[in-house]
């Protein structure tokens, strides 16, 4: 199941995260924004001032990765919509191929 580990550290970290998300299944945007959430939670119920803006800057990261992932989603839509789009070329028969080299 999890085969996708065995190149870990020679893929750009985003290929990496993109397959682990394909291998489970998992919706990266609403994850980290449950993780921005958690730290909020966080914030809210801690005393300490350094300790809650800590989880503040926490989730507004988390959210930051949100929407990076919500981006990196969307321009993979948009690539496979403009490949699925774009008229395919059908390969030429055998006598115009070579009609074309000459």
Do not use: Y
């Not at 750009?12 to 998992?26: A, H, V």
């Amino acid at each position: 199941m999890f085969a996708i580990f065995a190149d870990w550290g020679t893929k750009p970290t985003i290929s990496q995260l993109k397959d682990f998300n394909r291998e489970i299944g998992m919706d990266t945007p609403a994850e980290f924004r449950k993780h921005a959430a958690d730290c909020e939670k966080m914030a809210k119920v801690s005393n300490d001032p350094e300790t809650k803006a800590a989880w503040k800057r926490m989730a507004e990261r988390w959210l930051l990765c949100a929407k990076l992932a919500d981006d990196q989603d969307l321009f993979q839509r948009r690539r496979v919509e403009e490949k699925s789009s774009k008229p395919q070329r059908r390969p030429l028969h055998g006598w115009a191929a070579a009609s074309s080299r000459l």
